[in-house]
């Protein structure tokens, strides 16, 4: 079974400081990982993903996350979060065989305080 | 624009109805996803289809059914066997390709159904 936790529901941050939102994972085999954001009433945004190569992804708006095998994370950083950044962010996670569905995590609202 | 088109994005139902939501994609993607998502729950996912004419059920499935008669299309309905059906209703497409675009699902609006 592959599952995604996301251990903060809401996460503060003043606009102009880095901010990081946590990501721990558990599947078999190797990991494939992604990071979506999602906007009031809106559909979720693919923002980068890890597949395999270097541990340091890097995708849309200035975000990128951290693979960390022996952690078994993926944290979503940015160095200077903008208050346009506050959303809903959401981990997601599949194994590199078998069934193509991801699981996502609960998501992590981030709020960006100007 | 190539994209995955919801409809309606606002959808009231009233007790005892079915309804069916749209959605329709011109990605060329191969495989098709709807999830329901609730405040602080995340996403579940409700069905999905690999292929043209075959589908098959995920997490919560029970009041919903699906059809999948043209590659690009996969609506949902909502039954009246569905007793809590207020919800976001995300669809969700993805290539069969390896590389860049083969591993990523990709998402629609969205949309909204409420019970009255």
């Known amino acids: 079974a592959q599952s995604v936790a996301q251990p903060e529901d809401q996460v503060n941050v003043a606009e102009g400081n880095p901010l990081t939102v946590k990501c721990t994972y558990s599947?078999?085999?190797?990991?494939?990982l992604f990071w979506y954001v999602q906007y009031p009433n809106r559909g979720l945004q693919f923002l980068l993903k890890y597949i395999t190569g270097d541990n340091l992804v890097k995708g849309s708006y200035g975000f990128e996350a951290e693979f960390n095998k022996s952690q078994t994370s993926f944290h979503l950083k940015k160095p200077s979060a903008l208050v346009s950044d506050s959303a809903l962010y959401f981990c997601?996670?599949?194994?590199?065989?078998?069934?193509?569905?991801?699981?996502f995590g609960r998501g992590t609202s981030l709020i960006v305080h100007p | 624009d190539g994209g995955i088109t919801q409809s309606p994005k606002y959808l009231f139902r009233k007790e005892g109805q079915n309804v069916t939501l749209s959605c329709e994609q011109n990605l060329n993607h191969d495989a098709m996803y709807w999830y329901r998502q609730d405040p602080g729950q995340g996403l579940r996912l409700i069905y999905y289809s690999q292929i043209v004419n075959d589908f098959q059920k995920g997490d919560i499935a029970e009041g919903y059914s699906v059809s999948r008669e043209k590659k690009e299309s996969f609506p949902l309905t909502v039954t009246s066997a569905q007793k809590n059906p207020t919800a976001f209703y995300l669809c969700?497409?993805?290539?069969?390709?390896?590389?860049?675009?083969?591993?990523?699902?990709?998402f629609g609006e969205g949309s909204w159904l409420t019970v009255v």
């Open positions: 997601a996670v599949r194994g590199s065989g078998g069934s193509y569905i991801p699981t």
């Open positions: 969700a497409s993805r290539a069969y390709a390896g590389g860049e675009t083969g591993n990523t699902i990709y």
């Open positions: 599947v078999s085999g190797n990991p494939y």
